[in-house]
């Protein structure tokens, strides 16, 4: 026997019902990194200490109920599979959340309320639980209907933010390395025909991606038309001044090193934008010559480095601004992108746990024209120290890439070098928005 229980509290109307009940299925939850939950997770804990002293003398608990109660413009549940003691929701983001037809259209899965109504959502005028504890429905004080499932509630509120953030984490995990204990051949690696025709190979290759900043696909057609494929399998081309999927050999074709056969110290690329790009692609087509091993570094261990070693550093290249540029006047291109050279994703505090983007290009750093002047000393120390940790060569991870091996790295986290060459040496790759990637790595299950 399943009891749904519901308190009374105020004005409303309440309805309370002894029933059988199937068990609501075990619910787990994780959530991706939502700025805007930070505050109502934070009220959420105040309150929940309050409530926790009523809770006694209101609530009469069994293993089996759910409890429903209004406190302080919120809706408390007390569920029996949720491993929480009281799940407090807020009244306006329940209102906020309505998926009726009139609130909702879920066939295109956009909304159509005004949020400057939720402003003046008041106490409703009865909410219940239906009779198996799977649906909470609400009629609110205007006499609009609401229904929720219990199961979306706890999948895609705040209150099971926490709950998600661990389940995520039991999906990947971000694995930091260097060059001393980690070698290439620990990238995850996929074979072209798996990764074509099956979406665990998608997810296999995502999953490496995520977890090392860098995966590689072998056994590819070492041509432009099959690497494409191997980007849109992922994600879409991103068209630059370079071209969609672009070709380079030492010929100078566009006004930069890339286009020579020095050696290019690890760098990201496209600092030059407002938004760098999220994703690098390299396919060795051919080399008939020496040297010209692609070398990569892992920024964001070297960032936890420097962080540890130098905490005002860190501070200091999160905040102020350091502008990339690119300039081909034969061409009337002149780019300039600012941006500090640690970002940290909106919202939450700048620490190493955090990070969202290292850009680092000192080839490609424009004139510093902005900036206290008080702080240049210290940016040219703090960007020193980072160079430092960045191009210890002890760091670096060294391969040679090869015709039919396609490398895709994170151009937010890992940076690339190429050593000096001789010969003729033709690559071909491409950019990739971190948007679309990130999109498909939702669609194989690694982010929730
Ligand atoms: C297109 N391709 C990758 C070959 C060259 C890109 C130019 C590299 C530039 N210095 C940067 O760091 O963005
Ligand atoms: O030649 C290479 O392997 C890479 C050069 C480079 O840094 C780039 O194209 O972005
Ligand atoms: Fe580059």
Not at 60 to 77: N, Q, S, W, Y
Request: hydrophobic share 40%; net charge positive; charged share 25%.
């Amino acid at each position: 026997m399943l009891v749904v229980r519901v308190v009374p509290v105020g004005r409303a109307r309440l309805v309370g019902a002894a029933v059988r009940r199937r068990l609501v299925p075990a619910l787990t939850g994780s959530a991706p990194t939502a700025s805007i939950l930070t505050t109502p997770a934070r009220c959420n804990s105040q309150l929940a200490a309050d409530a926790h002293r009523r809770r006694h003398k209101n609530v009469i608990t069994g293993p089996d109920a759910v409890a429903l109660r209004l406190h302080r413009g919120h809706l408390v549940v007390q569920h029996p599979r949720w491993p929480v003691d009281d799940a407090f929701f807020s009244l306006a983001w329940l209102r906020d959340h309505c998926r009726c037809r009139h609130c909702y259209d879920n066939s295109t899965f956009q909304r159509k309320t005004d949020v400057r109504q939720l402003s003046s959502v008041g106490n409703p005028l009865h909410f219940n639980v239906n009779s198996t504890g799977t649906v909470l429905e609400i009629i609110w004080h205007d006499g609009h209907q609401s229904e929720y499932s219990m199961r979306w509630l706890w999948e895609n509120s705040y209150v099971g933010a926490r709950h998600r953030e661990q389940r995520q984490s039991r999906l990947w995990q971000r694995c930091l390395w260097d060059g001393r204990r980690t070698s290439a051949e620990d990238l995850t690696s996929v074979v072209y025909d798996s990764f074509m025709t099956t979406e665990e190979g998608v997810r296999r290759l995502m999953k490496g991606f995520l977890t090392h900043g860098a995966a590689v696909v072998t056994g590819v057609a070492p041509t432009p038309a099959a690497t494409q494929a191997v980007v849109e399998r992922v994600g879409v081309v991103q068209h630059t001044m370079f071209g969609g999927v672009w070709e380079f050999t030492a010929d100078g074709r566009h006004a930069d090193t890339a286009y020579g056969r020095d050696e290019l110290l690890p760098h990201t690329d496209g600092t030059y934008y407002s938004e760098p790009p999220g994703v690098q692609v390299f396919h060795c087509l051919a080399h008939h010559g020496h040297g010209g091993e692609t070398t990569l570094v892992d920024g964001f261990a070297a960032l936890n480095s420097l962080h540890q070693a130098d905490p005002a550093a860190y501070e200091l290249l999160s905040r102020v601004p350091c502008a990339g540029e690119y300039r081909d006047p034969s061409r009337r291109l002149h780019m300039v992108g600012d941006g500090p050279v640690i970002a940290h994703r909106a919202g939450a505090e700048p620490t190493p746990d955090s990070l969202l983007r290292l850009r680092f290009n000192p080839y490609d750093r424009a004139a510093a024209r902005r900036g206290e002047p008080a702080e240049v000393e210290a940016f040219y120390g703090a960007y020193g120290r980072l160079t430092e940790l960045l191009w210890d060569a002890r760091r670096r991870l060294r391969l040679k890439l090869r015709p039919g091996t396609v490398i895709l790295i994170d151009n937010w986290r890992v940076l690339h070098g190429r050593a000096s060459f001789t010969g003729r040496r033709h690559m071909c790759g491409a950019y990739m928005a971190r948007s679309d990637v990130l999109s498909r790595a939702r669609s194989v299950g690694l982010l929730i």
